[in-house]
């Protein structure tokens, strides 16, 4: 089943779109928030739920408010903080039934755990990352994971090991000191996009197909369902 919603992102802000897709045998739900360059209806994000779906995992995917005005520069931390909140809040309004997971691409991730790293994201049970952008390209530093200390969540990492935005070496030391929370998932080949090289021995949808089956593993032993 697919369906298309609006919420108040902000009091300021105004409504955003989201789009519902909910598998019949659907186990969890997925707040999924898109990166900075592309909204909800992108490729990737549209492909993520259509795999997700396929392992049981439902998919709420919304616009933050400059995508949903047509902007291409983002909101303001703030703003877009809240916007995941109201996403949640969302969600669970509609799907009361499923457990609530929440995350999602690049910005959309570390958003969503920049809001549960100053408060608690209302009923969610773990974040997932799909390619957290540790830092700009070029410019390595962990800094921009500081906060991840503060989430006391589970939470999973989906981590293309050609990653420009994300030096595994330097991610993977933030998170042995996050101990049993974080899961880091690499996926070989893959860079920020999920793009794998031509004379690579996998397709682009191999490695998305790794992804999901790797969030619903994860989400199966964190849910215990």
Request: overall charge neutral; some cysteine.
């Amino acid at each position: 089943m697919t369906s298309e919603h609006k919420f108040q992102a902000t009091e300021t802000a105004g409504e955003v779109s989201a789009i519902l897709v909910r598998p019949k045998d659907a186990r969890w739900l997925y707040v999924f928030g898109h990166g900075s360059g592309a909204g909800m209806r992108h490729v990737f994000m549209e492909e993520c739920a259509e795999l997700l779906a396929v392992h049981g995992v439902a998919t709420f995917r919304y616009q933050f408010p400059y995508m949903e005005a047509g902007l291409s520069i983002p909101n303001r931390a703030p703003v877009l903080i809240e916007t995941v909140r109201s996403a949640v809040g969302a969600a669970g309004s509609i799907e009361p039934d499923l457990p609530l997971l929440a995350g999602g691409k690049s910005m959309g991730g570390r958003m969503t755990s920049a809001a549960a790293s100053l408060r608690p994201l209302g009923s969610v049970l773990g974040l997932v990352f799909f390619g957290f952008p540790l830092h700009p390209s070029g410019r390595e530093s962990s800094e921009r994971g500081d906060h991840l200390r503060n989430v006391g969540l589970p939470m999973l990492f989906l981590q293309g090991s050609r990653d420009k935005l994300a030096n595994l070496s330097l991610l993977g030391s933030l998170l042995d000191g996050l101990g049993t929370l974080a899961t880091l998932n690499v996926l070989q080949g893959a860079d920020h996009g999920f793009h794998v090289l031509k004379r690579s021995a996998r397709t682009e949808n191999e490695v998305l197909e790794e992804a999901c089956a790797g969030f619903s593993e994860w989400a199966r032993q964190l849910v215990g369902c």
